[in-house]
């Protein structure tokens, strides 16, 4: 079987011009990317000036190496469950409702009083 050579990625614009994104990418390598992150586009992470502090390599590396949690030995359903917490509920004190003192009757107004009523 022979190996075939590796296909050069191109692409058309929307203007019908082909760009080669390989090389593309190969050319801003080392040009800061958008955003907060403070990386170049390969994923080198910059200093003060663009100055590479970190090495893409050594952030995979380091990210790999940390532990990711631990396995637990017996599967949840085998676990024992915590009882249940029960809310205490205070009973309700019945209340004797007061009297509310007697609002004074007032007379409706009549005559040109109560058609000027409303109007300033």
Do not use: F
């Amino acid at each position: 079987m022979v190996a075939r050579a590796p296909r050069k990625r191109m692409y058309r614009t929307m203007q019908g011009r082909m760009v080669d994104i390989e090389k593309l990418r190969a050319a801003n390598e080392s040009v800061q990317a958008v955003g907060n992150m403070n990386v170049n586009a390969r994923g080198d992470v910059l200093g003060a000036g663009g100055q590479v502090v970190t090495k893409k390599e050594t952030v995979i590396k380091k990210y790999y190496e940390q532990p990711k949690g631990r396995a637990s030995d017996t599967p949840s359903r085998g676990r024992p469950m915590p009882a249940p917490k029960v809310a205490t509920v205070k009973p309700v004190q019945k209340t004797t409702p007061v009297a509310k003192p007697a609002a004074p009757k007032v007379e409706p107004k009549k005559g040109i009083d109560a058609a000027l009523d409303g109007l300033e």
